[in-house]
């Protein structure tokens, strides 16, 4: 018991020897703030700061910036870890801050790190000129304004300098190398103009240069290709002329980046200086000459090497195969010539390989070995070889290349024979263009497996068979092109799997049945083209579900019925063109309140009723309605019979041509015959010999851009009401062409087109022009391009010969005995076109420029842009 009451008792002397103690320590706290209080300078700047900032949705700034609590303990501040506590880190970053950033940040004079990145700052840069202890500036990813200000060179400790992703303006600041400490330095993604300067070399730390997506102009620096520690150079995306520096010395260089400028001459010998280099872009330049051919020694560490878009020519050097690491390789849109080195096979790490546009051949089985190394490349993912020379069938040996390759691309080539079959194991093909080709055969055997695609074009081959019903397995595609091929047979029903198709074009086919129903469950499609083919039957009410769709391309079919009603809904159509059917009933009410249709075709049917005047109707250069006998009424421009019977001087008007016509006709008849008679015996000896045969030759855009040289003006010979003719010279076959480009914006032109492709190709005889081909496809940058290339005649039109022009040099004359020579081989033709090719066919468009001379001054007759055909009594004796 005493010893308890003892314990207490020292308890209590305990405590009263331990509070006052307690209470100094507390009183030493107080004093620790009272200190703190005293260095009032940096809150006042931080607090400043704070005013300025106009947004702060996260409330970074607001939840704890207040005078309560000390500014050390702030978010995103951090100061020095000894007094007078100072503001050493400012911490802001991808906060969504707005407003300006405040100048007093120029007075935390012991600040080393700032960062105010990924915020929407805007207006200038502060004076920051005081900060000699700042070392890190990042101010990246904001909306600043106005120029670099030279002042920032005062900040001579700054080792990072980030202002990428700005409005910045103006000149990289003259007096940059005072920064002698800079080893980073971030401009990219602003609007800075002027030259590079040269000083940099002097900032021997400098590690990285990342300039690009600027405006920089003049040439590069010799001394920016000289810098000993430099590790990465990023000029791209800038206007810098002029040729690359011929001396490199950057024995540190991992990344240089000079693509999309306008630099020119060659790559530098002083390539083989820099063999730490692991990333190359020069594309997107003038650069040119050949690659040197040690390319692949001298950069041994080389992963990316991106040259395309150059005017680089040669052969590619078998030394690419040599860098061990090299993966990704872009050579497109250059003139490369030869084959494809098969050294490339030793790049075990390859995972893309771009050779599109160039001039690369095979020609043999030793030009397609390349197919068979690249099968060692086990990560290839994406080869593309389109636009090329490459020549015959495809080697069996593609099916070698690994199977985690996504893009397969042999577009416009010149490859032939059938697809082997076995290609079907790429089940990770993403992409598989053979488009522009020459290939043959079905495509059963192997499309269906290839179950990832998303884009398949076989467009413009000679593709025959079916679509198998196992195309309903690539449900993730987006793209189907299978145009222009020989395609036969239904649509399967389980294409409507394709859900996720937005185009689908099947023109130019043979298919025929119904178009399915299913189609209408494609939401998402924008482009559907059935045109050509021998489709019967109704369109689908179905179609009328589309929710994207933008065109619809229906024409040269043999539908029926009439435009099912739920076409009223669809508000994105832009384009309908159902032209060339059998479609009748009348017009639907509904095509005038389509608000998006700009371009209606429904010519060619037997659509009844009166035409509306308002919605597309109202404007007649951007629909065509004509031969619908039952059509009347509609705008002034579109000329059809008005509605309403009893016009009497329309009646009248009627009359007289009907009247004069057949005894016009009856005339020009016994014209006709008398100069028949007169010449035909002494011309029958070499009738028959120019018929040119079934066979057709097949060329593309290309061929037609080549030989008329892109349809130069110096080519072009006349231009007329639906387009321009052009003199051009076929490349394979030698032969002196007149190409005639239809220019499809011209109201009609298509419709001339087709006319004329019509009445060529059943009619041939020795006094009609005769035609080699038609081209029917899409240009450069996609527009549809539409002609017709005919042999060429020497002496041109006759129109040349009557009608002497001002300029030239001596008047051609024609004698009698030519003059009616040239009108009997007329009659001849017209005589051949009104009874003897099978359809009685009328010219519609006889005149002298359309009467073409060849070198023996034989008259041939040509255009049937506008020809009509005569369909015998039941069309009630009319042309239709
Ligand atoms: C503040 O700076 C010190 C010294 O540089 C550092 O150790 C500490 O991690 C920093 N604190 C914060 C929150 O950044
Ligand atoms: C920028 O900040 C946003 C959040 O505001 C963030 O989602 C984004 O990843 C940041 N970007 C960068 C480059 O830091
Ligand atoms: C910076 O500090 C100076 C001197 O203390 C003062 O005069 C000036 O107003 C301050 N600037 C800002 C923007 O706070
Ligand atoms: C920058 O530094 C130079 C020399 O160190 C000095 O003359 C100049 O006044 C300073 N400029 C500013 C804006 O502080
Ligand atoms: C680089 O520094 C040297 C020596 O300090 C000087 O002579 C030269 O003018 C500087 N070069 C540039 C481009 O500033
Ligand atoms: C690019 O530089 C050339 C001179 O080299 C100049 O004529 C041209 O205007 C510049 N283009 C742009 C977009 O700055
Ligand atoms: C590129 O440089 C050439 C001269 O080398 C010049 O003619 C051309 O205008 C330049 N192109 C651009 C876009 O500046
Ligand atoms: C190539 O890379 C290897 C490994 O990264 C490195 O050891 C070697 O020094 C590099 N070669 C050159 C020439 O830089
Ligand atoms: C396609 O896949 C089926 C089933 O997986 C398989 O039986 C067939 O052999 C494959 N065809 C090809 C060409 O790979
Ligand atoms: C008719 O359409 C054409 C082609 O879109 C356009 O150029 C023209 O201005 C239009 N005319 C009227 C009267 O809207």
């Given at each position: 018991m005493l010893l308890m009451r003892h314990s207490m008792l020292l308890a209590k002397l305990a405590v009263l020897i331990v509070l006052p103690f307690l209470l100094l320590c507390y009183g030493v706290g107080n004093v620790y703030c009272s200190t703190i209080h005293e260095n009032r300078e940096d809150l006042r700047s931080l607090l400043d700061f704070k005013k300025r900032i106009s947004s702060d949705p996260n409330g970074a700034l607001m939840s704890?910036?207040?005078?309560?609590?000390?500014?050390?303990?702030?978010?995103?501040v951090n100061c020095t870890?000894?007094?007078?506590?100072?503001?050493?880190e400012l911490i802001l970053t991808g906060l969504n801050l707005g407003g300006e950033i405040s100048s007093?940040?120029?007075?935390?004079?012991?600040?080393?790190y700032l960062d105010l990145s990924n915020n929407s700052f805007h207006g200038p840069i502060p004076l920051?000129?005081?900060?000699?202890?700042?070392?890190y500036l990042l101010l990246g990813s904001n909306l600043l304004q106005g120029v670099i200000p030279?002042?920032?060179?005062?900040?001579?400790?700054?080792v990072t300098l980030d202002l990428s992703g700005n409005n910045l303006n103006g000149?990289?600041?003259?007096?940059?190398?005072?920064?002698?400490?800079?080893a980073y330095i971030k401009l990219y993604s602003n609007h800075v103009t002027g030259e590079i300067p040269a000083?940099?070399?002097?900032?021997?730390?400098?590690?990285l240069v990342h300039f690009s997506k600027n405006q920089l102009n003049g040439r590069i620096p010799d001394e920016v290709m000289?810098?000993?520690?430099?590790?990465e150079l990023h000029l791209n995306q800038n206007n810098l002329s002029g040729s690359?520096?011929?001396?490199?010395?950057?024995?540190?260089?991992l990344v240089l980046d000079l693509s999309v400028n306008n630099l020119s001459g060659r790559i530098p010998?002083?390539?083989?200086?820099?063999?730490?280099?692991q990333g190359l872009s020069l594309a997107s330049n003038m650069l040119g000459s050949t690659?040197?051919?040690?390319i692949g020694d001298a950069l041994p560490n080389l992963t990316i090497l991106y040259l395309g878009e150059n005017y680089f020519e040669g052969h590619i050097p078998a030394?690419?195969?040599?860098?061990?690491?090299?993966?990704v390789i872009d050579l497109s849109s250059n003139y490369f010539t030869g084959q494809i080195p098969n050294?490339?096979?030793?790049?075990?790490?390859?995972s893309s390989l771009n050779l599109d546009q160039n001039m690369l051949q095979s020609t043999d089985n030793e030009g397609w070995e390349f197919i068979h190394a690249l099968g060692?490349?086990?990560?290839?993912k994406k080869l593309s070889l389109s636009i090329?020379?490459?020549?015959g069938a495809i080697p069996n040996?593609?099916?070698?290349?690994?199977?985690?390759?996504?893009y397969l691309l042999m577009s416009e080539n010149n490859l032939s024979g059938?697809?082997?079959?076995?290609?079907?194991?790429?089940?990770?093909?993403?992409q598989l263009s053979l488009d522009q080709n020459y290939l043959t055969g079905t495509i059963e055997e192997w499309?269906?497996?290839?179950?990832?695609?998303?884009r398949l074009n076989l467009r413009s081959n000679s593709f025959v068979g079916i679509i198998p019903p196992?195309?309903?397995?690539?449900?993730?595609?987006?793209y189907l092109f299978l145009a222009e091929n020989q395609f036969t047979g239904f649509i399967p029903?389980?294409?409507?799997?394709?859900?996720?198709?937005s185009e689908l074009h099947l023109s130019y086919n043979n298919f025929k049945g119904g178009?399915?129903?299913?189609?209408?469950?494609?939401?998402?499609?924008?482009i559907l083209n059935l045109s050509s083919n021998r489709f019967s039957g109704g369109i689908p009410?179905?179609?009328?579900?589309?929710?994207?769709?933008q065109t619809i391309q229906m024409d040269q079919n043999i539908l029926t019925g009439n435009?099912?009603?739920?076409?009223?809904?669809?508000?994105?159509?832009?384009r309908l063109n159902l032209s060339h059917n059998n479609l009748s009933g009348p017009?639907?009410?509904f095509l005038n309140d389509l608000?998006?249709?700009t371009k209606l075709d429904i010519s060619y049917n037997n659509f009844q009723g009166e035409v509306p005047?308002?919605?597309?109707?109202?404007?007649?250069?951007?629909?065509s309605l004509n031969d619908n006998p039952g059509l009347c009424g509609g705008a002034?421009?579109?000329?059809?019979?008005?509605?309403?019977?009893?016009n009497k001087r329309v009646g009248v008007v009627n009359y007289l041509i009907k009247i004069l016509i057949p005894i016009f006709g009856f005339m020009s008849l016994v014209l006709l015959v008398y100069f028949l008679f007169l010449e035909k015996k002494t011309r029958?000896?070499?009738?028959?010999?120019q018929s040119f045969g079934e066979h057709f030759e097949k060329v593309t855009y290309n061929d037609l851009a080549q030989a008329t040289r892109d349809f130069s003006e110096s080519n072009l010979i006349g231009r007329g009401s639906y387009g321009s003719v052009y003199r051009g010279k076929l490349k394979e076959s030698k032969m002196e062409v007149a190409v005639k480009v239809f220019d499809?914006?011209?109201?009609?032109a298509e419709r001339s087109f087709l006319s004329e492709c019509e009445a060529l190709r059943s009619i041939q005889h020795r006094n009609l022009l005769p035609i080699i081909t038609a081209c029917s496809t899409v240009d450069k940058v996609g527009n549809v391009f539409k002609a017709l290339v005919y042999e060429l005649?020497?002496?041109?039109?006759?129109d040349t010969w009557l009608h002497?022009?001002?300029?030239?040099?001596a008047p051609k004359r024609l004698g009698l005995t030519k003059i009616i020579s040239i009108a009997i081989n007329v009659a001849d033709a017209l005589d051949y076109l009104h009874y003897d090719c099978g359809r009685p066919t009328v010219?519609?468009?006889?005149?002298p420029s359309n009467i073409l001379l060849d070198d023996d001054m034989n008259a041939l007759l040509g255009d049937f842009g506008i020809a009509r055909f005569y369909q015998g009594p039941q069309s009630h004796g009319r042309f239709s």
């Open positions: 704890n910036w207040t005078t309560n609590t000390h500014f050390c303990q702030w978010n995103g870890s000894t007094p007078p506590y100072r503001v050493r007093s940040l120029g007075n935390l004079t012991s600040l080393n920051l000129n005081k900060l000699q202890n700042l070392e030279d002042a920032l060179t005062n900040c001579s400790n700054l000149l990289i600041p003259p007096r940059i190398s005072f920064l002698t400490k800079l000083s940099l070399r002097n900032i021997t730390n400098l590690q000289q810098m000993p520690n430099l590790m690359i520096p011929e001396v490199w010395q950057m024995p540190n260089i010998r002083a390539l083989s200086n820099v063999s730490s280099l690659l040197p051919s040690n030394s690419l195969g040599n860098p061990p690491g090299l993966g050294s490339l096979g030793n790049l075990s790490q390859l060692k490349c086990r990560s290839l090329n020379r490459l020549q040996s593609i099916v070698n290349l690994s199977s985690t390759l996504t059938t697809v082997p079959p076995r290609i079907g194991r790429f089940s990770s093909l993403v499309v269906g497996n290839m179950t990832k695609l998303e196992s195309i309903g397995q690539l449900t993730r595609l987006t029903p389980s294409f409507g799997n394709l859900k996720s198709l178009i399915p129903s299913e189609l209408g469950s494609f939401r998402v499609l924008t009410e179905t179609l009328g579900k589309f929710e994207q769709i435009v099912p009603s739920t076409f009223r809904t669809l508000n994105t159509l832009s017009l639907p009410d608000k998006s249709l005047t308002d919605g597309v109707f109202a404007n007649a250069t951007i629909i002034t421009d579109l000329h059809l019979r008005s509605c309403h019977v009893g029958r000896a070499n009738a028959s010999e499809l914006e011209m109201q009609g005649m020497p002496n041109g039109s006759l002497h022009k001002g300029d030239e040099e010219h519609c468009d006889l005149k």
